[in-house]
């Protein structure tokens, strides 16, 4: 049962976007140009160049990418699912993430630099400059959050209203079937992600002429390492997969990869054979479904 073995996560994060819509300006581009001020709008950006918000966005970016990377889909609503092998990685983790977004946002609302800030925005926008469009000093904390929250994955005997003892066992069914959807749809979602890395693989070492980048073995590594963690159906094959495609590419040096053209020809190689063993696993994944 998935709720003695995982739990369901949500990640949400917000900032401000630091945008506007200006109905002056798009009235004033809409003479100029002799259309109707419904063909177009004009949305300004408060603050362009502001580092700060630059970095707050990017890091909402780097967490969310970890979020998705280190869940498995879950098909309710209620986020995802995170196997109870994977929590304390997980948690610490994400714990930091937010430790270090509350550090971005309080140096982007500290009162001097947040002032400046605008200063620097008057400067840039000109007569699109509004100052009634920044929130006030006051305010402008709460435009910014990031959470985690946990919450038990429901169980099939989590029926307790005044049903029916038939109706009951009908619901109980229901779930213990959406439940193995849940399990196969995660497993196959893993299988596509270590299909995807052999294949990047095979292509961009298969051709002498191809250039590649270092993530092409963090990538694969990252994957490995995560496989046991998630693996939640327990594959056997997915995980020996996981395994030799890290041997065969990942332990490989990058330099080696690139200058050496017997490692990079035996390394596309075995990627191509992963692959099409891979291939065949989950048409036989799915056969079963």
């Not at 963690?229 to 030799?244: C, G, R, S, V, Y």
């Not at 390394?267 to 054979?273: F, L, M, P, R, W």
């Amino acid at each position: 049962m998935l709720n003695n073995s995982a739990l369901l996560v949500t990640f949400t994060g917000k900032m401000w976007n630091a945008r506007k819509y200006d109905g002056k300006t798009t009235s004033e581009i809409a003479e100029q140009k002799k259309t109707s001020a419904s063909a177009g709008r004009y949305n300004k950006s408060l603050m362009p160049d502001d580092p700060q918000l630059k970095a707050i966005k990017a890091h909402l970016a780097a967490v969310r990418h970890y979020h998705y990377a280190n869940t498995l889909p879950w098909e309710w609503k209620g986020g995802q699912l995170l196997p109870s092998k994977h929590y304390m990685k997980y948690s610490k983790q994400m714990a930091e993430f937010i430790r270090q977004f509350d550090d971005h946002v309080d140096q982007f609302v500290d009162a001097t630099y947040y002032q400046q800030a605008i200063e620097a925005a008057r400067i840039q926008l000109g007569q699109l400059f509004d100052v009634d469009d920044y929130p006030a000093l006051s305010q402008i904390k709460y435009q910014f959050y990031s959470t985690v929250e946990y919450a038990p994955v429901p169980s099939a005997g989590d029926y307790r209203v005044d049903l029916a003892a038939t109706e009951v066992q009908k619901l109980q069914a229901d779930y213990v079937q959406r439940e193995a959807r849940i399990v196969e749809k995660a497993t196959a979602h893993m299988y596509k992600k270590l299909h995807d890395l052999a294949e990047h693989a095979k292509e961009r070492l298969g051709d002498p002429g191809k250039s590649f980048h270092g993530t092409l073995t963090d990538n694969i590594n990252q994957f490995a390492e995560l496989v046991p963690e998630l693996n939640i159906n327990k594959d056997a094959f997915l995980e020996q997969a996981a395994i030799d495609l890290k041997r065969a590419v990942g332990d490989k040096k990058v330099e080696d990869l690139r200058d050496d053209p017997d490692v990079r020809q035996a390394a596309a190689g075995d990627a191509q054979s992963i692959l099409e063993k891979v291939k065949k696993q989950m048409e036989a994944f799915h056969g079963k479904s």
